[in-house]
């Protein structure tokens, strides 16, 4: 299962781009990573975002959260990027009762890993600023003298303009 939420002008071009193409890289890495399924999540993100920056789509200031959900026999693998979530509710038979599992974290830049990443390559993290220069809303990427590209994630697939200052493609810790 992929859930894919599109960014930007070309967001969805960048989304569509990724549901289509995701599905056949993952199952090549499948393949080829021979039962280590957290190394096949983890290379696919890396190919869609190559093969996404060598096609015709402008994902300058464009891109795309993702949660890639890969289920083997009773196992579940979880692999995202940006801020979109994934949860496992499972219900207790006996019970019947409902217990919640989040499968993912969302990527905000004002995390401390996020945060330092951004900052040494030159980008800042800060709110957006009303017209009396107070903070609103959450905290952002920027490239370090200007107002771009205020990012509301610390990684993203494509938003190259955002890449140049530590925003990456790559998943977190793929449970």
Not at 17 to 32: A, D, E, H, M
Not at 33 to 46: I, P, Q, V
Not at 95 to 123: A, M, N, Y
Request: aromatic share 6%; with cysteine.
């Amino acid at each position: 299962m992929v859930k894919i939420f599109k960014k930007g002008v070309n967001g969805h071009f960048v989304s569509g781009f990724i549901k289509t193409n995701f599905p056949s890289i993952l199952s090549k890495q499948l393949l080829s990573c021979k039962g280590n399924y957290k190394k096949a999540l983890h290379l696919s993100f890396e190919k869609v975002t190559d093969k996404l920056h060598s096609s015709s789509i402008d994902c300058s200031f464009s891109g795309t959260t993702m949660v890639g959900i890969l289920i083997v026999g009773k196992k579940v693998y979880s692999a995202n990027v940006g801020d979109s979530r994934a949860i496992l509710a499972s219900q207790n038979r006996e019970t019947l009762k409902f217990t919640v599992k989040p499968l993912s974290i969302d990527h905000k830049p004002e995390l401390p890993k996020e945060k330092k990443r951004i900052e040494s390559f030159g980008g800042r993290v800060q709110a957006l600023l009303d017209e009396n220069y107070n903070e609103c809303g959450p905290n952002r990427v920027w490239l370090k003298n200007e107002d771009i590209p205020g990012l509301a994630m610390s990684r993203s697939i494509g938003d190259i303009v955002a890449s140049k200052v530590g925003v990456i493609s790559e998943p977190g810790k793929i449970i």
